[in-house]
C-alpha cells in the first residue's frame, strides 16, 4: 500500500512520513530507507492556499522502494488533489510492475544481463497511471483536467541501482556509491519563464523524461521546486549541478538514519520549515530520501 504525507495545514508546518527499515515487506537489515516531509510555503499561507505539494511511497520486495512527489500548479482550482491522486496512483502501479531481485541485480553488475528496460518500463508506466489517475479524478467531480494540474517525479530503488520518470519541474539527485552527486534528472522548463509542463498538458508523454543510469548509488533525493535553489547550482553551460553545500549534511543525516540513529522525517520536515530554507523560497518544499540500509552491501 502506499504511504501517503499528507500536505502542511499551516505556515511552513511540516508533514512527515518515514519508512525506516519497517513496512509491508520488512523489517530486515538490507531493507531500503525512505524519509520524506513537505511544508506549505509563505506564500501560499498569506493566501490560504493549502499545500500543494504531495508525495508517496512504498516499501518492494526485496530491497526495493518507490516514491512519487507532485507540485500541484499555483493556477489550478484543485492542485493539492491532482498532487494527491497523482503520487498515490504512480506508487501503486510501480509497486505493482515490481523490481529486478537484490540476485537479479547482482547477476547485471556482473554482466550476466541488464535490468535498466524493466525499471523504465516500471516508471513510465507509474507515470501513465498518475496521468489517468487525475484525468479520472477530474471528471468525477465534472472538472476539467487542467484543474487539477500537477508535475511528477517517481523513483524506483532496486538494490542501489535507480530508475525516474519525470514530467515538470523538481528534480532528482543522488550520491554515488564512491562518492560525488549526480543530477539524475534537472527542472524542465517551458516556452516562457516560470513555465514547466504538467501531467494534465495535452501531449504530456512528449515531455515525460526516463533515467535509468548505469550506475550504482548510495542514496536518493526527490525534491520539488521549492527546494531547487537550495539544493541545485546552475553552470556556465545552463544546465544545473548539484550543490553539496545542502546536499552533504543530507547525506550524512541519511547514513545515521539508515544505522538505527536520529529522529527520522520529523527532521527532514524542520529542515524544510527553518528560516534559511524559507528565505530562500517562499513556495511549497517538499524532499524525498532514498537510502540504501546499513545492511545493504
Known sequence: MPQPA???GAPDRPAAAAADGGGPFGPGPSRPLVLGASVQGAAHARRGIACQDAFA???????????????GAGSARWADAGARSAV???????GEHGCPSPAGMAATRGGL???????????????CAAAEAVRVRAADLGARPREFACTLLVVLWAAGNVAVAHVGDGAVVALRQGGGWE???????GEYVNETHFLTDTGWRAHLRIATPEAAYEGVVAMSDGCQRAALLRGPDGRHRAFPGFLDPLGRFARR??????????EIGRL????????IS?????????WRGAGDG
Open 6 to 8: 499528507g500536505p502542511g
Open 57 to 71: 511511497w512504498a516499501l518492494l520486495p526485496g530491497a526495493g522502494a518507490v516514491a512519487a512527489v507532485a507540485d
Open 88 to 94: 498515490e496512483a504512480a506508487v501503486s502501479a510501480a
Open 113 to 127: 544481463g541488464d535490468s535498466r528496460p524493466a525499471l523504465a518500463h516500471a516508471v513510465s508506466a507509474a507515470a
Open 183 to 189: 543530477v539524475l534528472s534537472e527542472p524542465a522548463a
Open 257 to 266: 538514519q539508515a544505522e538505527g540513529q536520529g529522529g527520522g522525517g520529523a
Open 272 to 279: 524544510l520549515a527553518s528560516p534559511k530554507l524559507s528565505r
Open 282 to 290: 517562499d513556495d511549497d518544499r517538499t524532499l524525498v530520501l532514498l
